[in-house]
């Protein structure tokens, strides 16, 4: 990196560019290494479910999950890594996307007519579209057989009449799996 930085006159951008084109950001070590903060999990679960303003209630979720936008606790800032992935704060994202999901706003999600109406296919397109495909087959699995309505009798596969629930209710669980938790 030195050599780069003397060989560019100590310009930074073409410097920048090569160190985040490298193999080291994209690494399977660095893949999904870090945990999200809230403000990161608040803004990408907007930005996953297609939304493009943030609602109302992501502040309070942030405050919920104990990131006060522009109050850190001191000059270093927010503690961050595992420190987001207590009890308490994994409970405060489930209700957050809970929320979310139910509330008015999605009605302005560009994604959820697009999403099939078959419980594999739809499975899938959450999936990869939520999660960049980062699933276990198993876990796909099951998120298809919520969509068919296994264990809801009440509810029964997936159908116009029960779409835009079951859609959303499978968004939700798509965020609730580890892999959403982690950046």
Not at 68 to 81: D, H, I, R, S
Request: glycine share 8%; aromatic share 8%; charged share 15%.
């Amino acid at each position: 990196m030195a050599a780069l930085i003397r060989k560019h006159d100590f310009e930074l951008a073409p410097v920048m560019s090569t160190l985040l084109r490298s193999d080291v950001f994209f690494s399977e070590r660095a893949y999904r290494a870090l945990v999200k903060s809230p403000a990161e999990f608040v803004v990408g679960a907007h930005k996953a479910l297609g939304l493009k303003v943030l609602d109302p209630s992501a502040q309070r979720g942030m405050n919920q999950m104990g990131q006060v936008l522009f109050y850190p606790p001191n000059v270093a800032g927010w503690p961050g890594g595992q420190n987001w992935v207590t009890s308490q704060m994994v409970i405060a994202r489930h209700n957050y996307v809970a929320g979310l999901v139910n509330s008015q706003v999605m009605a302005q999600s560009s994604w959820l007519p697009s999403v099939p109406m078959t419980a594999q296919p739809a499975a899938a397109a959450l999936i990869a579209s939520i999660l960049q495909g980062d699933a276990s087959p198993l876990a796909t699995a099951q998120l298809a057989s919520y969509l068919n309505g296994a264990g809801e009798s009440a509810m029964g596969m997936l159908s116009g009449e029960n779409r835009d629930e079951r859609v959303r209710g499978a968004a939700y669980l798509t965020m609730a799996m580890p892999a959403f938790q982690l950046a």
